[in-house]
């Protein structure tokens, strides 16, 4: 029988026709090397598990859950609520300010409605893959890493969740009515070990790397690199440092160079890459592949300039901050009425249009007008604005400043010295000399230091500056109660058992 080359897409389509609107095109829609129908080997649970990675991006509808990951109420959760980023391009947009930047959270909020409602949703979706593997006692081999992914998807929706309410509802299961999503909260405790086990087994059963056709899947050192993380906000410091070495050590990841490149399109899925939620944008998607992500943060004009809403703007406080020298700078922040710095800084040769609200915007989002034209897709009015900038959500820069604060903490000559090393290392591709060791205390200020100039607009800091202790300090109107947001009163009225958090009667 003559066997015939198809596209990778339309294979997987033929055998996974209940899968979620195509999930992640990037890997999906390339040209296999050498693969025929016959040698492409899926899991019963492909279709399920591959529409993950398309639903947490993609707003266009439900069940797609992007409004609660890359849209507006993950900005107000994870990035308005810094001392990097506030909500000024927008004059609609104050009484998200209020609630947000100035911490007078409100129960009825319907951004923080939608945030809870999708965050639950995308994890019914990795429930319902899971449950079906469970039932039918899947084995085979792609569907253990089809398992290992729905694991850690699901892992990264409760992270959102417990870090951002506290105690919640753990449903860790299929709902099959109604009714079976009323469940009490569980502890914070109790979310946290659920989320470290889903990514213990992540780590288990991911691959290393995958084919090239495949770029953007899902690996054991993503899975690694996440449960280090939540190793860290723990405070488990051995055993975050443990996992973090391992990353380092698989030589599977660098730093790429120069800093700019990472937010630009060349630098999608680069040396640095260990996790991004995926876009795309060209003539003749409709609404399939797009996030909102940069779209919510672009340049807020009209025109040529009319490149998104300006919901996330850096503040003086971030722009004050940077040493003299560091490359960061020059590629976080985009000045209105400036030059946007040119090729060598992320930037086409532009000057930006003054802005009567904003001074700054964000420049890891950026992108201009050509490109839209190079895509097809630069027509006025046509929601395009930045619809295809894939979300950085881990990076090798993050594993080394997770080792370095580690090792910090547990302390010791070696340790000492190795974290010297990650944090210079992170410095050098900034074009900064190195720091050295007097003692942990001022070592840790150091490594604060670090991360919140390297993952600027990245939405570390908020989370950060809770986790530290340091949140009242820096964030004016900020309590020790603001580091949970009530329940949402949707939430409360659609679950009868669910009671508020204690700080917000």
């Known amino acids: 029988m003559t066997k015939r080359i198809y596209h990778i897409k ?24 050498s693969a025929t129908v016959d040698d492409i080997h899926v899991g019963a649970l492909e279709g399920k598990v ?56 409100t129960k009825d909020d319907w951004g923080a409605g939608l ?41 990264y929706a409760y992270f959102d969740l417990v870090r951002t309410f506290g105690d919640v509802p753990k449903i860790d299961f299929k709902i099959n009515d109604p009714k079976d999503g009323q469940v009490a909260k569980s502890p914070a405790a109790d979310i946290w070990a659920m989320i470290q086990q889903d990514l213990t087994d992540a780590v288990a059963v991911l691959p290393a790397v995958w084919e090239k056709k495949y770029d953007g899947r899902l690996t054991s050192g993503a899975a690694k690199t996440f449960l280090a993380k939540v190793l860290l906000y723990q405070k488990q410091w051995e055993s975050s440092l443990a996992l973090c070495k391992e990353v ?50 672009g340049y807020r004009g009209s025109g040529t300039w009319d490149l998104g809403w300006g919901w996330n703007t850096p503040t ?12 960061r700078k020059a590629a976080t922040i985009l000045y209105s009425g400036q030059s946007d710095g040119g090729s060598e800084t992320g930037g086409y ?56 604060e580690a090792a910090n903490e547990i302390g010791g000559a070696q340790n000492q010295t190795d974290a010297v090393g990650w944090v210079n290392e992170v410095r050098a591709r900034a074009n900064l000399g190195g720091v050295t060791f007097t003692d942990q205390a001022s070592f840790r200020n150091i490594i604060k230091h670090e991360r919140r100039i390297e993952f600027a607009m990245e939405f570390e800091r908020f989370f950060d500056l809770v986790r530290w202790g340091d949140a009242q300090t820096a964030l004016p109107g900020y309590q020790p109660k603001h580091r949970y947001y009530p329940i949402p009163a ?16």
């Not at 339309?10 to 090397?33: I, N, Q």
């Not at 490149?261 to 409709?286: C, P, R």
């Not at 003086?316 to 490359?327: F, H, K, P, R």
Request: glycine content about 6%; aromatic content about 14%.
């Open 10 to 33: 339309l294979a997987l389509a033929a055998m996974t026709v209940v899968m979620l609107s195509a999930g992640c095109k990037k890997f999906l829609d390339r040209e296999p090397l």
């Open 50 to 105: 591959l529409g993950l990675y398309g639903a947490i991006r993609n707003s266009a509808n439900d069940p797609y859950c992007g409004d609660g990951f890359e849209n507006i109420p993950y900005l107000a959760m994870n990035g308005f609520r810094s001392d990097d980023a506030e909500i000024v391009a927008d004059p609609g947009a104050s009484a998200w300010n209020q609630t947000y930047d100035r911490f007078q959270y």
């Open 115 to 155: 945030y809870w409602d999708k965050h639950y949703v995308f994890a019914g979706l990795c429930n319902d893959a899971l449950d079906e593997a469970a039932k039918n006692n899947y084995d085979d081999p792609a569907s253990i890493i089809n398992i290992g992914e729905a694991k850690f998807f699901r892992a």
């Open 248 to 297: 380092i050590a698989s030589d599977k990841y660098a730093l790429l160079k120069p800093y700019y490149k990472i937010f630009k399109t060349e630098g999608e899925l680069s040396s640095e890459s260990i996790f991004e939620i995926q876009a795309s944008k060209v003539a003749g998607d409709g609404n399939i592949y797009w996030s909102r992500l940069g779209q919510t943060q």
């Open 316 to 327: 003086d406080a971030l722009v004050a901050s940077y040493e003299d020298g560091d490359a």
């Open 349 to 404: 040769g532009n000057t930006v249009p003054a802005s009567a609200s904003a001074k700054y915007w964000n420049k890891k989002v950026y992108n201009s007008y050509s490109d839209y034209i190079a895509a097809g897709i630069g027509t006025p009015n046509n929601e395009a604005q930045n619809t295809w900038v894939n979300h950085r959500v881990f990076r090798y820069a993050d594993v080394l400043l997770m080792a370095a």
């Open 490 to 505: 949707s939430a409360i009225t659609a679950n009868p058992k669910l009671v508020q958090n204690p700080e917000w009667p």
